[in-house]
């Protein structure tokens, strides 16, 4: 079946370096792929979603680039800040006549003054 | 105002007890889901509806019913509360075109049972 494999956290960053969080999947056909964001406290919200391969999702100056030839979705951001301290989860949709998202397990970032 | 509301927003319940959850949604999406959220499970699925009247369990639906007489409601009901069962609920819903649009979560209902 399909899954979403995502790197262990937690992630601690100074403000102002570069985040990659890594972002794999398994899936059969062409999945549409998403970041979502949880901040502290909150429901998650949508980050960015890429549906097709080579498309390249951003918001907030987040990025990630549906990479099919390596099944992958890394979110990048060149500069974090504190405010980007959050839950970060990956997930798919297969892209079928059911509606079901599978999420990767999430990655904590925590970053610091 | 539009959106998808749960309530309440915290709970303290004691053992035994039956207690639910309710999620509303204004967009009239047909897809509704239920996750809990534990430390070191990630989001799991409890029940997820289709449509108003289908139903149908998802990863870990034991001790826990729903139901979906109307599109905009899918309240969640723990039948006899324990204490496995203090977590952080969350309601989600999507637009039957699925693809591409992904869910909208609410704000979850913390959950304690004691």
């Known amino acids: 079946g399909d899954s979403v494999t995502q790197m262990e956290g937690p992630v601690t960053l100074s403000e102002e370096a570069f985040l990659t969080i890594n972002c794999t999947y398994t899936?059969?056909?062409?999945?549409?792929l998403f970041w979502y964001v949880q901040y502290p406290g909150e429901g998650l919200q949508l980050l960015l979603k890429a549906t097709k391969a080579d498309d390249k999702g951003s918001n907030k100056g987040f990025e990630a680039t549906y990479r099919k030839e390596t099944t992958s979705f890394h979110l990048e951001k060149g500069s974090v800040q504190v405010s980007d301290s959050a839950v970060y989860f990956c997930a798919l949709h297969p892209n079928n006549a059911g509606n079901m998202l599978t999420f990767g397990g999430g990655t904590r970032l925590m970053v610091k003054p | 105002d539009a959106g998808i509301t749960q309530s309440p927003r915290y709970k303290i319940t004691e053992t035994g007890r039956q207690v639910t959850l309710m999620c509303h949604q204004t967009w009239s999406h047909s897809y509704m889901f239920w996750y809990r959220q534990d430390l070191g499970h990630g989001l799991r699925l409890i029940y997820y509806s289709a449509a108003a009247d289908i139903t149908d369990k998802g990863e870990v639906p034991d001790g826990y019913v729903v139901s979906r007489s109307k599109t905009e409601n899918f309240p969640l009901t723990l039948e006899s509360a324990t204490r496995s069962q203090t977590s952080v609920y969350f309601c989600a819903s999507s637009n039957a075109g699925g693809a591409g649009y992904g869910y909208t979560f609410g704000s979850g209902t913390r959950l304690t049972v004691v």
């Open positions: 899936a059969t056909g062409y999945p549409s």
